[in-house]
T-cell receptor
Framework: AQSVTQLDSQVPVFEEAPVELRCNYS??????LFWYVQYPNQGLQLLLK??????LVKGINGFEAEFNKSQTSFHLRKPSVHISDTAEYFC???????????FGTGTRLLVSP | DTAVSQTPKYLVTQMGNDKSIKCEQN?????MYWYKQDSKKFLKIMFS???????INETVPNRFSPKSPDKAHLNLHINSLELGDSAVYFC??????????????FGPGTRLTVL
């Protein structure tokens, strides 16, 4: 079975500082990897996804993530955060051939001025 | 031009009641999903339908019954509501029936509170 671990439940950061949100996954088969963002009182929307090819994936709003197969990680980064980036961030995996997304427990990013 | 819509947005009800949540997508997608997000924000899939056919049915109590009248709609009916059913329920859709690489598009959620 697949699982996703987001070790940080909350990450406080000052505006314009860089941030990294960590995600590790466990799977014995090939997976696709996703980052979704949930703004307060809204549904989730896709930030970026890794399917194959280049391990550095660029997404919306200046976010990027790097797939590291040997470390089974898919950490999300942004070089300079804005107040508007305050949200819950979810890492998720899906197994090739199956539609089910397995989510991590989420990381709350709190950006303060 | 809402892509995935859910009604109602909020639902407050008493234990033991039966309630339904409706979901519609106008994206022309083949697959729709129901997720439950608990008070700790943990998100777990409940059901998935592809072209009106049930393809994922996680270990959900059979008090929960999804119904898909057509591929643009997926409703969730819950019988004999319990306190533990209080959560936010999200509907989602994706383009194909087999693409685990597909992006899922989420609705705004329905916050269910059982008193």
């Amino acid at each position: 079975a697949q699982s996703v671990t987001q070790l940080d439940s909350q990450v406080p950061v000052f505006e314009e500082a860089p941030v990294e949100l960590r995600c590790n996954y466990s799977s014995s088969v090939s997976v696709y990897l996703f980052w979704y963002v949930q703004y307060p009182n809204q549904g989730l929307q896709l930030l970026l996804k890794y399917l194959s090819g280049s391990t550095l994936v660029k997404g919306i709003n200046g976010f990027e993530a790097e797939f590291n197969k040997s470390q089974t990680s898919f950490h999300l980064r942004k070089p300079s955060v804005h107040i508007s980036d305050t949200a819950e961030y979810f890492c998720a995996v899906s197994v090739t051939g199956f539609q089910k997304l397995v989510f991590g427990t989420g990381t709350r990013l709190l950006v303060s001025p | 031009d809402t892509a995935v819509s859910q009604t109602p947005k909020y639902l407050v009800t008493q234990m033991g009641n039966d309630k339904s949540i409706k979901c519609e997508q106008n994206l022309g997608h083949d697959t729709m999903y129901w997720y439950k997000q608990d008070s700790k924000k943990f998100l777990k899939i409940m059901f998935s339908y592809n072209n009106k056919e049930l393809i994922i049915n996680e270990t959900v109590p059979n008090r929960f019954s999804p119904k898909s009248p057509d591929k643009a709609h997926l409703n969730l009916h819950i019988n004999s509501l319990e306190l533990g059913d209080s959560a936010v329920y999200f509907c989602a859709s994706s383009l194909t029936g087999t693409g685990s690489a597909d992006t899922q598009y989420f609705g705004p959620g329905t916050r269910l509170t059982v008193l």
